[in-house]
């Protein structure tokens, strides 16, 4: 039997490797960014076309490579970050694997033009699919000129997976968000065809982030700094009152890379408790100076995650730090004693004689019956320098019948609206006996036969046993099914808002609105745009949620979505604006509701899974309801 065993060929190799390091233009514009980066480059101008997909050109006045390292880059693990394994542990530089120039040759054509500042004339490289095609001299600009071409065209597969180009395109600027905050004093332009979506001048963190993200924040964040021997944290923090319930910027770096860490998140978000609702998110920059001794970046191609030596010790210096700048900056409220309508507030003072304005009858008994009650008013009774009213001794005086109406009251709501509790067991005083349980339990049962458990799900009995509805995910296929035929027939009728509301978009959201802005507008938007990311929503189509929501939620739907039909965006429209007027978790719902909600749900053609493919009914068949009893 001959041997099977064989090294793969290179070609081979990097594709396999390209798999893990380039998932999508945006990491090629990650990898060429910061390989700029390291090369000490202050000016980077990335150029983009159709989303990445025929053109991801990245130019920058770098070092710069020689003919023999401008080959030797592209092979796999070359590299001049790293030479020996101890160096994996006090890294200054974005890139040290020596993986992504051959991943990226792997999947595309390559033409790069690079020239040292001390030399004269440059070189062109032209690779094809990891094939070096030529190699000769150029005259060119001091620095690299890197451009990538026909993204996958050696892999139809995974080219063909790419998603549309409105959703690569905000990829690619979230991307371009990260590295161009990492690196304050580097002038980026980000143009993509032909139109230029960002200049950005060197500055200061602050600038940066302004420059970004839009000038509203300048005076939206307060800065948190702090230094010890085992980290030093600098950067910004939002007031509470400007967190946002969507597009929450929150950024963390550590040594200038930017880093995933939910247990900072969760430390950051700590600090906002009992300042800001539950559902609000605040706005955060921050970055940590560690010894790189300290951490691991070699766990994942991409580098996002990191590990941390001292990450306890960090969290509680993390937490103090914000904590100290939200009290320094006045995020609590705290009370004004300084009020010019302020009440005055006596000083106490033990030896002077109390003076009452109300005088006691120790011989009144409210719980008394009216025909005994024994009550002789007193000759000084004032309630705050006035007499009593008429109603107030007639209360007093007929207690029983004030009672008596209270109950009924009670009865009568109760007799409406079972609560959750008497629904199963009909026990409300648990001195109660076992015959006076079921009995209760058998009047409480809705005439209905629909129960809300937790207000959250529906039971309700079929033919093989008792139906488990969600309640949430019922409403939404019910809501998706009615946009749906109403985008069919054009039935989305725009309704003009009384005042125009304002919404302000990241921007890779932005980057969205152009492809978006026909299908919002069949949908019954009427939409201006305000710049600075900004835009008014002047009409919206008549749905009983907040267009602001409704807008956000249509626009994360195309990011997220990864089908090109060409009816997919008015599915994904339809599907976040059935998301935003779908009845909530914990929304307690009448019988009737529940009634309409059921019927409304079986009379569709697919009333068990949502759009998205989750489940909606769940049948527990009676025999498993009789195994739990036998």
């Not at 982030?209 to 230094?227: A, C, N, R, Y």
């Not at 946009?483 to 980057?511: D, H, K, W």
Request: proline share 5%.
């Amino acid at each position: 039997m001959s041997d099977i065993i064989r090294l793969l060929p290179d070609s081979v190799a990097n594709q396999i490797a390209a798999g893990e390091v380039i998932q999508r233009p945006a990491s090629v514009v990650k990898e060429l960014v910061e390989n700029a980066v390291d090369a000490g480059a202050t000016s980077i101008d990335i150029i983009i076309k159709d989303a990445g997909r025929t053109l991801i050109q990245v130019v920058d006045n770098g070092s710069g490579m020689s003919d023999t390292d401008a080959r030797m880059a592209f092979e796999r693990h070359a590299t001049s970050k790293i030479a020996a394994a101890a160096d994996l542990f006090s890294l200054h530089t974005m890139g040290f694997r020596g993986e992504a120039l051959a991943s990226i040759a792997a999947v595309a054509r390559v033409d790069l033009r690079t020239m040292r500042h001390d030399s004269s004339v440059g070189t062109r490289l032209i690779i094809n699919g990891s094939a070096v095609e030529s190699q000769m001299p150029e005259a060119c600009a001091p620095g690299s000129n890197m451009m990538v071409k026909n993204l996958f065209f050696n892999v139809p597969a995974r080219r063909k997976f790419l998603k549309k180009d409105s959703v690569e395109l905000a990829n690619i600027t979230r991307e371009f968000e990260r590295l161009a905050l990492v690196n304050p004093g580097v002038e980026f332009t980000l143009v993509h065809n032909d139109a230029v979506l960002h200049k950005l001048i060197k500055g200061s963190f602050k600038q940066r982030i302004v420059d970004l993200f839009g000038k509203m924040l300048d005076k939206q964040l307060i800065p948190v700094e702090t230094s010890t021997s085992i980290v030093t944290i600098k950067g910004f923090i939002s007031l509470p009152q400007f967190a946002r319930r969507r597009n929450a910027l929150q950024y963390l770096t550590v040594n200038g890379r930017n880093m995933r860490h939910p247990y900072f998140h969760k430390a950051v978000m700590t600090c906002y408790e009992n300042l800001i609702p539950a559902e609000l998110q605040p706005n955060y920059f921050l970055d940590f100076q560690v010894d790189p001794a300290t951490i691991d970046v070699n766990i994942h191609p991409t580098k996002n995650e990191i590990k941390f030596e001292d990450e306890q010790a960090i969290w509680q210096i993390l937490v103090a730090a914000v904590k100290e700048s939200l009290g320094r900056f006045n995020a609590a409220e705290g009370i004004d004693f300084d009020c010019l309508d302020a009440p005055e507030i006596p000083v106490f003072s033990p030896n002077a004689e109390a003076e009452h304005q109300v005088e006691l009858d120790p011989g009144y008994n409210p719980f008394a019956e009216s025909g005994s009650q024994t009550y002789s008013a007193p000759e000084k009774r004032t309630y705050f320098s006035s007499k009593p009213t008429d109603a107030l001794r007639a209360a007093g005086s007929d207690w029983n019948k004030l009672y008596e109406d209270f109950t009924a009251e009670a009865g009568k709501r109760s007799d409406s609206r079972p609560s959750a509790i008497n629904s199963f067991t009909g026990v409300d005083d648990p001195d109660d006996n076992q015959d006076n349980i079921f009995q209760n339990a058998a009047e409480q049962i809705p005439a209905n036969n629909c129960i809300q458990v937790k207000n959250r799900f529906i039971l309700s009995p079929s033919r093989s046993g008792v139906m488990v509805i969600d309640q949430h995910r019922a409403h939404l296929r019910v809501l998706y099914d009615k946009y749906i035929a109403m985008i069919s027939q054009g039935s989305f009728s725009s309704q003009r808002l009384l005042f125009p509301e304002v919404v302000t978009l990241s921007p890779a959201q932005n980057a969205v609105m152009e492809i978006l802005l026909p299908v919002l507008t069949d949908l019954g938007f009427d939409l201006a745009f305000l710049g600075d990311n900004a835009w008014s929503i002047n009409g919206a189509p008549p749905i009983e949620i907040s267009p602001v929501d409704t807008l956000i939620k249509i626009i994360d739907e195309e990011i997220d979505g990864g089908e090109t039909a060409e009816n997919t965006l008015k599915n994904h429209a339809a599907l976040a604006m059935a998301k935003g007027a779908a009845v909530k978790y914990g929304q307690t719902l009448t019988a009737e509701e529940m009634e309409h909600l059921l019927s409304d749900l079986f009379k569709l053609s697919a009333p068990n899974f949502t759009p998205d493919g989750k489940l909606i009914v769940s049948v527990i068949p009676t025999e498993d309801i009789v195994k739990l009893f036998s």
